[in-house]
C-alpha cells in the first residue's frame, strides 16, 4: 500500500523536488495543492528532482478546498513543524 505525501502550497522548490524523489523512491503518490511558490519548470526544482518527474505518480489541485473535496474519505495523518504529539504516536 503506497502512502500519499501530500504538500499544500509548497514554497520552496528544491523541497518539493527532494520530496518527489522521496515519493518515488517509496512508490508513493506527490499530491500538490496549490498555490505554488515556483513553476514547476523552476531550475532549482529540476536540479532536486525534476528529472524523475515523468516516472512520478503527481496529482496537482487547484486549491485547498478542490484536494479535500477530491479526498473526503481519505484517512489523513497531518505533520507540522508545529504540531504538539510525535510522529512515533501515528498509528499506520
Do not use: C
Not at 2 to 7: E, G
Not at 43 to 61: C, F, M, P, S, T
Amino acid at each position: 500500500m503506497p502512502f500519499n505525501i501530500v504538500l499544500i502550497e509548497p514554497e520552496i522548490p528544491n523541497n518539493t523536488g527532494n520530496i518527489g524523489r522521496l515519493a518515488l523512491a517509496t512508490g508513493s503518490r506527490l499530491h500538490l495543492v496549490k498555490p505554488f511558490g515556483f513553476e514547476i519548470d523552476d531550475k532549482r526544482l529540476k536540479r532536486a528532482g525534476l528529472d524523475y518527474w515523468q516516472h512520478l505518480e503527481v496529482i496537482y489541485y487547484n486549491s485547498t478546498e478542490d484536494f479535500f473535496s477530491k479526498n473526503k474519505d481519505a484517512k489523513m495523518v497531518f505533520l507540522s513543524s508545529h504540531g504538539t504529539e510525535s510522529h512515533w504516536d501515528i498509528t499506520f
